[in-house]
């Protein structure tokens, strides 16, 4: 085979691993944005989600798409509120204490991880896609599942920029970010919104990890990888910034897949992740983000 | 705080804490005679990493690169160049002590959050690192050292006997250099840097070398554990690297209490026996529940960070020994 095919499969499996990858960092980005907690147990939202998926599609019958669409519905939702009762029973007791708050999320981080183990077991286990075609590209057919999943993805990031940037939500929400004091003393909620951002942040962990399990399989220790790539997209993208976010999301996914098709994965995880440290060192504010004023 | 009067109290204590584990070998069964070699071992590891989180403030979830690079700098010495075990722990703690400066040099720049993850991706790459040189590691596999190799002039590492005695040594000359060092004038500095940097340097200190010494020093008294865990019990491999060898030792401090001499050895003995005997105790009611230390650790950790922060020895020292280092 020619480079080209290559390089053009490559980016396609970029781009799906992007998709998901920006909605994963999204989530994290704006827990840390609005609360400025850092969310060790980000990726076991995702492996959650991914796992309730997989419990959806089993517990419904007939059709894929069915048991697909109530995964859609049913993880996000059961991942949210695993979020929000971590959020009232330790994170607000804790105060938000930064460094507090990553001892506390790395324990829960253990626990979810245990109860999938208890709960679901070690085995990996595959979601059948809710449809199974392929689209003829120039050279091969290509699922057309998979493309579904970056327009799927877009869908949902467009979603969430219209109620950050044109709903109340999202005001009250940028507010909050902003200065929480002065939020406080317009008679914003900032207890609630706390709560209310952490679930969503959960949620959209917990949406990527469904749209991506019928590629991926489902497993107990799966919330690694994206827990890591996320913190690498937050920090590159500049944090509480989406569109840093969708930027560095699309070059940390496009270089992951085309490197890892022509190096060893290993060690494109090695250059990326020490890239990314020297970028926490030498350019805190991130590669996209204005520095702090 | 405790002034020298104090002093002939505290040294008492831990040449007494020292003693009892000396006795100690006499009477354990041979289990747990094993259990606490290993502890002691690990408790080393946890001192180092107390030297940084609990004097100094500086919160790290990298450690086990440090752990790692006393490891691997002893024991691929052994294995690949056949090193007597003095120069190969003298390679562990080189290794330790030039990555640690390395680290430290980058990590420092950056402070509070950033720090964290900043050396929880250090330690990630360390970690991939050790996979990426399979060839000469052997991955998450590992290596282990053969007997013949594992001699210290007439001492045989090999014999638990032995192994306890020299992991008791080792232990004994860290936990000394420990109450000296946090009660000289540099732990000084370091304990003011935790409570207030600012006026620490206003003072006149320079506070980026004083943490900067602080980084090498904890990551050069893991290291020495890591050395010694690959000698004593002659095995190394890239999962002592992973991140969860750097939570494990923040958890330990947690329980001893952080900025407590003797802590992190409560805090390592504690956990040890709670994950060995809840999962015993767990696993045979509830045999289809995979318990593992995923949980343990979890709940131990969520407990301790809202309900009791300053671990066991911290407790005691605010309510009945505010005399204790």
């Known amino acids: 085979m020619d480079f080209g095919p290559y390089l053009l499969l490559a980016t396609l499996e970029g781009l799906v691993q992007a998709a998901v990858l920006a909605l994963t960092a999204l989530g994290l980005s704006l827990v840390f944005g609005v609360m400025r907690v850092v969310n060790v147990a980000h990726g076991e939202f995702f492996m959650l989600g991914a796992v309730l998926a997989w419990a959806a599609t089993t517990a419904v019958s007939g059709h894929p798409a069915l048991g697909f669409a109530a995964a859609l519905v049913v993880s996000p939702l059961v991942v949210g509120a695993v979020a929000l009762a971590s959020e009232r029973l330790i994170l607000r007791r804790l105060n938000y204490n930064p460094e507090a708050t990553i001892v506390a999320t790395i324990g829960l981080l253990y626990i979810l991880q245990q109860a999938a183990l208890t709960f679901y077991g070690p085995e990996a286990r595959p979601v059948v896609p809710p449809f199974n075609f392929r689209i003829q590209l120039p050279w091969f057919g290509y699922s057309a599942y998979k493309l579904s999943v970056i327009g799927a993805s877009i869908l949902l990031l467009i979603a969430t920029w219209f109620v950050l940037a044109r709903t109340r939500i999202g005001l009250v929400m940028r ?81 992951d897949g085309i490197l890892s098709v022509f190096f060893s994965p290993t060690l494109a995880k090695i250059v990326a992740t020490l890239a990314v440290a020297l970028v926490l060192v030498f350019r805190p504010q991130g590669l996209f983000g204005q520095a702090a004023k | 705080m405790s002034g020298s009067a104090t002093g002939p109290r505290a040294l008492a204590l831990h040449l007494g804490v020292i003693a009892l584990l000396f006795a100690l070998q006499f009477v354990l069964p041979a289990y747990h005679h094993g259990i606490v070699a290993r502890v002691m071992v690990l408790a080393i590891f946890a001192m180092g990493y107390n030297l940084l989180f609990g004097y100094t403030g500086l919160l790290s979830l990298g450690h086990a690169m440090f752990f790692a690079a006393g490891l691997y700098g002893a024991g691929l010495t052994v294995y690949h160049l056949g090193w007597s075990v003095p120069a190969a722990f003298v390679s562990g703690l080189v290794c330790g002590a030039a990555l640690s400066a390395v680290i430290g040099l980058l990590a420092l720049r950056t402070a509070g959050v950033a720090f964290m993850i900043v050396t929880m991706m250090f330690g990630q790459v360390a970690y991939l690192l050790t996979l ?23 001492l045989d590492l090999t014999n638990p006997s032995t192994r306890y005695f020299v992991a008791l040594a080792l232990f004994a000359v860290v936990l000394l250099l420990t109450l000296v060092i946090v009660r000289a004038p540099f732990g000084r500095v370091l304990v003011a840097i935790r409570e207030n940097e600012e006026r620490t340097r206003m003072l006149g200190y320079d506070t980026f070398l004083n943490k900067l010494g602080a980084v090498v020093l904890s990551g050069t008294v893991c290291a020495a554990a890591g050395a010694a865990y690959a000698l004593l019990f002659g095995y190394f491999g890239a999962g002592f690297a992973a991140v969860q060898y750097s939570i494990l030792p923040l958890l330990w401090v947690l329980v001893g209490g952080a900025a407590t001499v003797l802590g992190p050895l409560v805090g390592t003995l504690i956990m040890f026996y709670l994950v060995d005997l809840s999962n015993d105790l767990l696993n045979s009611r509830f045999p289809d529940w995979d318990v593992s230390y995923l949980g343990i650790v979890g709940v131990a950790l969520v407990l301790l960070i809202l309900f009791f922060p300053k671990g066991l020895l911290g407790s005691i020292r605010e309510r009945w020994a505010p005399w204790l280092p």
């Open chain 1, 175 to 255: 507010a909050t970010q902003y200065d929480r004091e002065t939020a406080t003393a317009f008679g914003i909620p900032v207890d609630r919104v706390y709560a209310g951002v952490f679930a969503l942040g959960a949620m959209l962990a917990a949406v990527a990890a469904v749209l991506i399990v019928p590629i991926q399989q489902a497993h107990y220790l799966m919330g690694h990888d994206p827990l890591l790539l996320s913190f690498i997209v937050v920090i590159i993208g500049g944090l509480g910034s989406l569109r840093g976010t969708v930027v560095a999301a699309l070059l940390i996914g496009l270089s």
């Open chain 2, 132 to 154: 990426f040189f399979g060839e000469w590691t052997r991955g998450e596999e590992g290596l282990t050292l053969a007997a013949a190799q594992r001699q210290l002039g007439p």
